[in-house]
């Protein structure tokens, strides 16, 4: 069977049409940069990347793997931070444009799902995956089966609380974990916080409008004092929390991705420091910590198999 896969996160749309029972990209995917973050917006973009990868009608539905939160399966997303959506009617707008079989899931279940069929935790019972691009996020399989809670909100991970009263978050909260370590957080802390002063990240950036995370991660690396103080806060959040995640819910492997998981070494060295200092020594046993192996495919490929019944 072959169906679309579209994997929605916070800048970056990309969409494949998938071979299911193989689970390969067939004719190549297409990837976007987001930039219209109003609902229709957002359902145009994925009108278009959708025909873009199935010219020919031959798809049997559409998955999409969104960043936001999903109320059940009503296809209403309640909150997405990284867009400012609340109460948003989605899969009615994309059904519309895209065909009646049409499913929404969170962008993290739809990644946790393509790695677990496809990809690095294939045939493990109990795996967290956990990522780290414009948001951050959690999947988990648990016995085998995508977990995802009484109402669709398993693995928010980017929104258990990490400093009370802390940073406000996209979500409308304080104290997020995301508010401290996404990639859109990173970014938004350090235009806070280096307007009047010059920075090594700055200038790498060349100039405070088109920094990001990857800029704060190279200057901490050049031992940048700011940028590394924002790492190490980052990755002593982010460590702790997965080595919280591990410690309660004991899976034989732990997976980790995202955009700016895979190209911030500073941000991964500090992580596992506090990760291995935090994480309860009998829960390591038989433990494994990988990288994700499909990449930027793990959503389309897990949406397209969701959305086929895989
Ligand atoms: P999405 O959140 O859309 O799924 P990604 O996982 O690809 O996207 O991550 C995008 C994030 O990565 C953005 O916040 C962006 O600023 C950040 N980023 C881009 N380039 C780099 C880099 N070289 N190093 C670290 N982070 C980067
Ligand atoms: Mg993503
Ligand atoms: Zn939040």
Same mark, same amino acid.
């Given at each position: 069977m072959r169906a679309v896969g579209v994997d929605f996160g916070g800048t970056n749309v990309r969409a494949a049409l998938v071979d299911v029972a193989a689970g390969q990209i067939l004719g190549g995917d297409a990837k976007e940069t987001v930039s219209d973050k109003s609902p229709e917006g957002v359902a145009a973009t994925v009108e278009r990347v959708v025909k873009a990868v199935d010219p020919k009608n031959e798809r049997a539905g559409v998955g999409v793997g969104f960043a936001g939160m999903l109320?059940?399966?009503?296809?209403?997303?309640?909150?997405?931070p990284n867009f400012g959506w609340?109460?948003?009617?989605f899969r009615a707008a994309l059904r519309k444009r895209v065909g009646e079989r049409t499913e929404i899931y969170n962008d993290l279940n739809a990644i946790a799902f393509g790695e677990a069929t496809?990809?690095?935790?294939?045939?493990?019972?109990d795996v967290f995956f956990c990522f780290v691009g414009t948001g951050v996020g959690a999947g988990i399989v648990a016995d085998g089966k995508l977990y995802i809670g009484a109402s669709h909100l +398993?693995? &928010?991970?980017?929104?258990?609380?990490?400093?009370?009263? !802390?940073r406000l978050c996209g979500c409308g909260m304080?104290?997020?974990l995301e508010a401290y370590v996404s990639g859109r957080n990173l970014q938004a802390i350090a235009r806070e916080d280096l307007q009047k002063t010059t920075s090594l990240a700055v200038e790498l950036a060349g100039g405070l409008e088109h920094l990001h995370a990857g800029h704060l991660d190279e200057a901490a690396k050049r031992g940048d004092r700011y940028a590394s103080e924002l790492m190490e806060q980052a990755g002593s959040l982010l460590g702790v929390a997965m080595a919280n995640a591990v410690t309660t819910l004991n899976p034989s492997r732990l997976v980790m991705g995202g955009g700016v998981w895979e190209k911030s070494s500073e941000l991964r060295r500090h992580t596992m420091h506090f990760f291995q200092e935090s994480?309860?020594?009998? +829960?390591? &046993?038989g433990f494994e910590m990988v990288e994700s192996t499909? !990449?930027?495919?793990a959503g389309v490929l897990g949406a397209a198999a969701l959305i086929a019944g895989k």
């Open positions: 109320r059940g399966w009503t296809g209403v997303v309640v909150n997405a609340r109460e948003v009617d496809y990809g690095s935790a294939r045939g493990v019972r +398993a693995g &928010e991970f980017g929104h258990i609380k990490v400093i009370p009263n !802390g304080h104290g997020c994480v309860s020594r009998p +829960a390591l &046993e499909l !990449g930027e495919s």
